[in-house]
């Protein structure tokens, strides 16, 4: 899940290497991703709406689910 996040945003992003992902297994079947991009690009993730960002959110359900599990992203301000 991670990797699959990480890619998903690095493609997004005009910064790549400003991306920094944190993953946090706070119950056995529950992951938390926090997400920290740079503030030039913090638009492009979250889109118009917050649409970019409830599609990266949709797709990330779908992977954790597979695995039998839940994840949340929470995309932090630096």
Do not use: C, Y
């Amino acid at each position: 899940m991670h990797d699959f996040v990480d890619f998903v945003v690095k493609k997004l992003v005009d910064k790549p290497d400003s991306v920094q992902l944190t993953q946090d297994e706070k119950e056995a079947n529950k992951v938390v991703f926090q997400l920290k991009v740079d503030p030039d690009d913090v638009g492009k993730v979250i889109g118009r709406k917050g649409r970019t960002a409830n599609a990266i959110r949709t797709l990330l359900s779908a992977v954790a689910a597979r695995e039998g599990k839940r994840a949340i992203l929470e995309i932090v301000d630096r």
